[in-house]
């Protein structure tokens, strides 16, 4: 069965720091796209950032730029997100996405391509 699996969300405080991880089994991983999105209570879900297959990267959101990096380990068919600086308007559940291709979707579209979902992790920032 196909799995993506977050872990690493939680309660912090503003200015706080978390690393979120998503473990991905049966799937093909270091040819692939992976990205990450989130959804906050109300609002519609958002990509956040995206690694290419190759290692290139996009950030979707303006806000994160600075303060959230994405990055992959290939030989552990993991993707992070590293999230510093962390304010009230980034609680929001976030969740991994695996790509059909080596490519992240574009900045118009950057759902486009995804196959398939994690559940969440849901990540809580106290002002």
């Known amino acids: 069965q196909v799995e993506l699996v977050e872990s690493g969300g939680g309660l912090v405080q503003t200015g706080g720091s978390l690393t979120l991880s998503c473990i991905v089994s049966r799937l093909t991983f270091e040819t692939r796209a992976m990205g990450w999105f989130r959804q906050a209570p109300g609002k519609e879900r958002t990509g956040v950032s995206c690694i290419h297959a190759y290692g290139g990267v996009i950030d979707y959101l303006d806000s994160v730029k600075g303060r959230f990096t994405i990055s992959r380990d290939n030989a552990k068919n993991t993707v992070y997100l590293h999230l510093n600086t962390l304010n009230v308007e980034d609680t929001a559940m976030y969740y991994c996405?695996?790509?059909?291709?080596?490519?992240?979707?574009?900045?118009?579209?950057?759902?486009?391509?995804?196959?398939?979902w994690g559940r969440g992790t849901q990540v809580t920032v106290s002002s």
């Open positions: 996405a695996h790509f059909a291709g080596g490519f992240c979707g574009s900045r118009s579209s950057p759902e486009r391509g995804v196959d398939y």
